[in-house]
Protein backbone atom coordinates (compact mmCIF):
# COMPACT_ATOMS: atom_id res chain seq x y z
CA UNK A 1 0.00 0.00 0.00
CA UNK A 2 0.89 3.77 -0.33
CA UNK A 3 1.30 6.13 2.28
CA UNK A 4 -1.64 7.70 1.77
CA UNK A 5 -3.38 4.20 2.76
CA UNK A 6 -1.99 4.83 6.08
CA UNK A 7 -4.63 4.93 9.23
CA UNK A 8 -2.45 8.44 10.17
CA UNK A 9 -1.55 11.55 8.61
CA UNK A 10 0.26 13.55 10.89
CA UNK A 11 0.87 17.13 9.87
CA UNK A 12 3.97 18.16 11.02
CA UNK A 13 6.91 19.69 9.21
CA UNK A 14 10.50 20.25 10.19
CA UNK A 15 11.70 23.72 9.98
CA UNK A 16 15.37 23.24 10.86
CA UNK A 17 17.69 23.43 14.18
CA UNK A 18 17.77 26.87 15.57
CA UNK A 19 20.80 28.50 14.26
CA UNK A 20 24.43 27.26 14.91
CA UNK A 21 26.34 29.33 12.70
CA UNK A 22 29.90 27.68 13.99
CA UNK A 23 28.33 24.35 13.75
CA UNK A 24 29.18 21.90 11.22
CA UNK A 25 26.53 20.63 8.42
CA UNK A 26 24.48 17.82 10.43
CA UNK A 27 24.19 14.30 9.04
CA UNK A 28 20.91 13.93 7.03
CA UNK A 29 18.99 10.88 5.86
CA UNK A 30 15.76 10.62 4.35
CA UNK A 31 13.83 7.50 3.25
CA UNK A 32 10.06 5.55 3.78
CA UNK A 33 9.53 3.69 7.25
CA UNK A 34 5.81 2.27 7.72
CA UNK A 35 4.59 3.67 4.86
CA UNK A 36 6.10 7.28 5.61
CA UNK A 37 8.48 9.54 4.77
CA UNK A 38 11.38 9.42 7.41
CA UNK A 39 13.92 11.61 8.17
CA UNK A 40 16.81 12.02 10.49
CA UNK A 41 19.37 14.62 11.57
CA UNK A 42 22.56 14.00 13.58
CA UNK A 43 25.01 16.42 14.68
CA UNK A 44 28.69 15.02 15.22
CA UNK A 45 31.48 13.99 13.80
CA UNK A 46 31.14 11.55 11.49
CA UNK A 47 33.08 8.90 13.38
CA UNK A 48 30.19 9.25 16.01
CA UNK A 49 27.19 9.82 13.44
CA UNK A 50 27.90 6.88 11.01
CA UNK A 51 27.77 4.03 13.30
CA UNK A 52 24.79 5.94 15.08
CA UNK A 53 22.90 5.67 12.30
CA UNK A 54 23.72 3.00 10.39
CA UNK A 55 22.52 1.07 14.40
CA UNK A 56 19.23 3.79 13.59
CA UNK A 57 18.53 2.05 10.36
CA UNK A 58 19.07 -1.44 11.85
CA UNK A 59 16.43 -0.51 14.86
CA UNK A 60 13.81 0.78 12.35
CA UNK A 61 13.79 -2.50 10.40
CA UNK A 62 13.29 -4.37 13.70
CA UNK A 63 10.21 -2.06 14.50
CA UNK A 64 8.76 -2.30 10.95
CA UNK A 65 8.94 -6.05 11.26
CA UNK A 66 6.83 -6.28 14.19
CA UNK A 67 4.30 -3.36 13.84
CA UNK A 68 3.84 -2.88 9.76
CA UNK A 69 0.47 -3.46 8.06
CA UNK A 70 2.05 -3.75 4.88
CA UNK A 71 4.76 -6.45 5.60
CA UNK A 72 2.52 -9.77 5.36
CA UNK A 73 5.60 -11.45 7.61
CA UNK A 74 5.64 -8.66 10.03
CA UNK A 75 4.33 -9.73 13.95
CA UNK A 76 0.98 -7.22 13.99
CA UNK A 77 -0.01 -8.80 10.37
CA UNK A 78 0.63 -12.44 12.09
CA UNK A 79 -1.34 -11.91 14.53
CA UNK A 80 -4.64 -10.03 12.93
CA UNK A 81 -4.31 -13.18 10.37
CA UNK A 82 -4.29 -15.92 12.86
CA UNK A 83 -5.71 -14.19 16.16
CA UNK A 84 -3.37 -14.97 17.97
CA UNK A 85 0.75 -14.07 18.63
CA UNK A 86 2.84 -16.56 20.84
CA UNK A 87 5.63 -15.36 22.21
CA UNK A 88 5.38 -11.68 21.41
CA UNK A 89 8.54 -9.78 20.95
CA UNK A 90 9.03 -7.68 24.23
CA UNK A 91 8.96 -4.02 21.85
CA UNK A 92 5.19 -5.62 20.98
CA UNK A 93 4.48 -6.14 24.71
CA UNK A 94 5.40 -2.73 25.46
CA UNK A 95 3.20 -0.75 22.72
CA UNK A 96 0.04 -2.77 23.42
CA UNK A 97 0.96 -1.76 27.01
CA UNK A 98 1.35 1.71 25.95
CA UNK A 99 -1.76 1.22 23.67
CA UNK A 100 -3.83 -0.03 26.87
CA UNK A 101 -2.72 3.05 28.75
CA UNK A 102 -3.76 5.31 26.27
CA UNK A 103 -7.13 3.90 25.75
CA UNK A 104 -7.75 4.19 29.39
CA UNK A 105 -6.62 7.82 29.91
CA UNK A 106 -8.84 9.05 26.51
CA UNK A 107 -11.89 6.86 27.96
CA UNK A 108 -12.13 4.68 24.63
CA UNK A 109 -11.31 7.39 22.16
CA UNK A 110 -8.15 5.59 21.17
CA UNK A 111 -8.81 2.29 20.23
CA UNK A 112 -6.60 -0.24 17.91
CA UNK A 113 -9.52 -2.47 17.16
CA UNK A 114 -11.08 -0.43 14.90
CA UNK A 115 -9.12 -1.38 12.23
CA UNK A 116 -11.36 -3.93 10.32
CA UNK A 117 -13.61 -0.75 10.10
CA UNK A 118 -11.03 1.34 8.81
CA UNK A 119 -10.63 -1.17 6.21
CA UNK A 120 -14.48 -1.42 5.55
CA UNK A 121 -14.31 1.94 4.98
CA UNK A 122 -11.54 2.04 2.75
CA UNK A 123 -12.95 -0.35 0.63
CA UNK A 124 -16.58 0.70 0.63
CA UNK A 125 -17.64 -2.55 2.40
CA UNK A 126 -20.40 -2.59 5.14
CA UNK A 127 -19.49 -0.53 8.48
CA UNK A 128 -21.50 -2.11 10.29
CA UNK A 129 -20.28 -5.87 11.10
CA UNK A 130 -16.63 -4.38 11.41
CA UNK A 131 -18.22 -1.76 13.81
CA UNK A 132 -19.33 -4.44 16.14
CA UNK A 133 -15.90 -6.21 16.14
CA UNK A 134 -14.31 -2.70 18.18
CA UNK A 135 -13.43 -3.53 21.54
CA UNK A 136 -9.89 -3.14 23.48
CA UNK A 137 -11.45 -5.35 25.81
CA UNK A 138 -11.37 -8.53 23.86
CA UNK A 139 -7.59 -8.14 23.59
CA UNK A 140 -5.72 -10.63 25.86
CA UNK A 141 -2.37 -9.93 26.60
CA UNK A 142 0.12 -11.87 28.92
CA UNK A 143 3.89 -12.38 28.61
CA UNK A 144 3.82 -15.39 26.20
CA UNK A 145 0.63 -14.60 24.03
CA UNK A 146 -1.55 -11.87 22.62
CA UNK A 147 -5.45 -13.24 21.55
CA UNK A 148 -7.85 -11.18 19.95
CA UNK A 149 -11.47 -11.81 19.85
CA UNK A 150 -12.95 -13.34 17.12
CA UNK A 151 -12.71 -11.61 14.09
CA UNK A 152 -10.68 -8.42 15.66
CA UNK A 153 -7.66 -6.90 13.77
CA UNK A 154 -5.62 -4.44 15.08
CA UNK A 155 -3.89 -0.93 13.99
CA UNK A 156 -1.12 0.25 15.89
CA UNK A 157 -0.41 3.46 13.14
CA UNK A 158 -1.91 5.86 15.36
CA UNK A 159 1.22 4.91 17.90
CA UNK A 160 3.85 2.98 16.48
CA UNK A 161 5.13 5.87 14.57
CA UNK A 162 5.93 7.80 17.66
CA UNK A 163 6.98 4.13 19.51
CA UNK A 164 9.78 3.87 16.35
CA UNK A 165 10.73 7.71 17.19
CA UNK A 166 11.40 7.04 21.05
CA UNK A 167 13.67 4.07 20.33
CA UNK A 168 15.25 5.35 17.31
CA UNK A 169 16.46 8.43 19.66
CA UNK A 170 17.25 6.25 22.71
CA UNK A 171 19.90 4.26 20.12
CA UNK A 172 21.34 7.47 19.12
CA UNK A 173 21.83 8.62 22.46
CA UNK A 174 23.43 4.98 23.29
CA UNK A 175 26.08 5.85 20.95
CA UNK A 176 27.09 9.48 22.18
CA UNK A 177 24.76 11.62 20.22
CA UNK A 178 23.38 14.68 21.84
CA UNK A 179 21.41 16.66 19.11
CA UNK A 180 19.06 14.84 16.96
CA UNK A 181 16.11 15.18 15.31
CA UNK A 182 14.27 11.87 14.83
CA UNK A 183 11.21 12.70 11.97
CA UNK A 184 9.17 8.98 11.62
CA UNK A 185 6.21 10.83 11.34
CA UNK A 186 6.15 12.16 14.78
CA UNK A 187 9.63 14.07 15.77
CA UNK A 188 11.24 12.84 18.78
CA UNK A 189 14.25 15.59 19.34
CA UNK A 190 17.99 14.62 21.09
CA UNK A 191 19.06 17.85 22.86
CA UNK A 192 18.10 21.02 20.99
CA UNK A 193 16.95 23.45 20.29
CA UNK A 194 14.90 22.39 17.19
CA UNK A 195 11.95 24.72 15.95
CA UNK A 196 9.34 22.31 14.12
CA UNK A 197 5.55 23.70 11.94
CA UNK A 198 2.66 22.45 12.52
CA UNK A 199 0.06 22.66 9.44
CA UNK A 200 -3.27 22.33 9.02
CA UNK A 201 -4.57 20.63 5.56
CA UNK A 202 -6.84 23.36 5.23
CA UNK A 203 -5.23 26.52 6.59
CA UNK A 204 -1.47 25.78 5.97
CA UNK A 205 1.55 26.56 8.28
CA UNK A 206 -0.32 28.01 11.52
CA UNK A 207 2.55 27.64 13.84
CA UNK A 208 5.72 26.73 15.19
CA UNK A 209 7.07 24.63 18.01
CA UNK A 210 10.04 24.55 20.03
CA UNK A 211 11.72 21.28 21.03
CA UNK A 212 14.29 20.73 23.34
CA UNK A 213 14.70 16.86 24.42
CA UNK A 214 10.83 16.24 24.10
CA UNK A 215 8.60 15.13 21.18
CA UNK A 216 5.44 16.34 19.41
CA UNK A 217 2.91 14.34 17.45
CA UNK A 218 -0.25 15.80 15.08
CA UNK A 219 -2.91 14.56 13.91
CA UNK A 220 -5.47 16.13 10.88
CA UNK A 221 -8.75 14.09 10.47
CA UNK A 222 -9.53 15.33 7.16
CA UNK A 223 -6.12 14.71 5.36
CA UNK A 224 -6.98 11.24 4.51
CA UNK A 225 -10.74 10.80 3.97
CA UNK A 226 -12.33 7.15 3.93
CA UNK A 227 -15.23 7.86 1.55
CA UNK A 228 -16.91 10.83 3.38
CA UNK A 229 -15.60 9.79 6.42
CA UNK A 230 -12.48 11.58 8.16
CA UNK A 231 -9.70 8.72 8.58
CA UNK A 232 -9.35 9.11 12.19
CA UNK A 233 -12.74 6.92 13.33
CA UNK A 234 -14.65 6.76 16.48
CA UNK A 235 -14.62 3.62 18.32
CA UNK A 236 -17.66 4.35 20.01
CA UNK A 237 -19.42 5.55 16.64
CA UNK A 238 -21.08 8.83 18.12
CA UNK A 239 -18.82 11.35 17.09
CA UNK A 240 -17.02 13.11 14.25
CA UNK A 241 -14.11 14.65 14.92
CA UNK A 242 -13.95 18.12 16.26
CA UNK A 243 -10.84 19.73 15.67
CA UNK A 244 -8.79 19.89 12.10
CA UNK A 245 -6.24 19.40 13.35
CA UNK A 246 -4.28 18.59 16.86
CA UNK A 247 -0.91 18.64 18.65
CA UNK A 248 0.26 16.83 21.55
CA UNK A 249 4.10 17.77 23.36
CA UNK A 250 5.45 15.12 25.68
CA UNK A 251 8.26 13.31 27.00
CA UNK A 252 8.41 10.40 24.72
CA UNK A 253 6.49 10.63 21.05
CA UNK A 254 4.48 7.31 21.17
CA UNK A 255 2.30 8.98 24.25
CA UNK A 256 2.20 11.83 22.36
CA UNK A 257 1.02 9.69 18.95
CA UNK A 258 -1.94 8.57 20.94
CA UNK A 259 -2.93 10.98 22.24
CA UNK A 260 -2.98 13.18 19.58
CA UNK A 261 -4.95 10.34 17.35
CA UNK A 262 -7.73 9.85 20.35
CA UNK A 263 -8.00 13.81 21.15
CA UNK A 264 -8.93 14.47 17.82
CA UNK A 265 -12.66 13.18 19.09
CA UNK A 266 -12.43 15.24 22.70
CA UNK A 267 -14.03 18.63 22.84
CA UNK A 268 -12.25 21.54 24.81
CA UNK A 269 -13.26 20.01 28.78
CA UNK A 270 -12.18 16.48 27.72
CA UNK A 271 -8.75 17.87 26.57
CA UNK A 272 -8.21 19.66 29.90
CA UNK A 273 -9.39 16.33 31.83
CA UNK A 274 -6.94 14.18 30.02
CA UNK A 275 -4.42 16.36 30.31
CA UNK A 276 -4.66 16.42 33.90
CA UNK A 277 -4.84 13.03 34.31
CA UNK A 278 -1.79 12.40 32.05
CA UNK A 279 0.45 14.11 34.67
CA UNK A 280 3.64 15.99 33.98
CA UNK A 281 4.27 13.60 30.87
CA UNK A 282 2.52 15.71 28.44
CA UNK A 283 3.18 19.16 28.64
CA UNK A 284 0.64 20.59 26.16
CA UNK A 285 -2.23 20.49 23.76
CA UNK A 286 -2.87 22.62 20.51
CA UNK A 287 -5.79 22.24 18.79
CA UNK A 288 -6.84 23.75 15.56
CA UNK A 289 -11.44 24.20 15.09
CA UNK A 290 -11.94 23.89 11.43
CA UNK A 291 -12.71 27.48 11.16
CA UNK A 292 -8.86 28.67 12.06
CA UNK A 293 -9.53 29.19 16.06
CA UNK A 294 -6.70 27.99 18.29
CA UNK A 295 -7.12 26.06 21.46
CA UNK A 296 -3.89 25.57 23.57
CA UNK A 297 -3.96 23.28 27.27
CA UNK A 298 -0.47 23.46 28.91
CA UNK A 299 0.11 21.70 32.20
Request: glycine fraction near 10%; hydrophobic fraction near 50%.
Amino acid sequence: MSALTRRRFLAVTAFSALARPTQAAPADWQGVVMGADARLTLHGPPGQTGPALTAALARMAQIEDLFSLYRPGSALSRLNAGGRLDDPDPDFLALLRLAGHVHALTEGRFDPTVQPLWRALAEGGDPGPARALIGWDGVRITADRVQLAPGQALTLNGIAQGFAADAVRAVLAQHGLTRALVDLGEFAALGGPWRVGVSDPGLGLVLDRRLQGNAIATSSPTALMLGAAPHILDPAGKTAPIWSTLSVEAENAALADGLSTALCLADRAALAAILRRAGPAVTRITAIAPNGDLITEVT
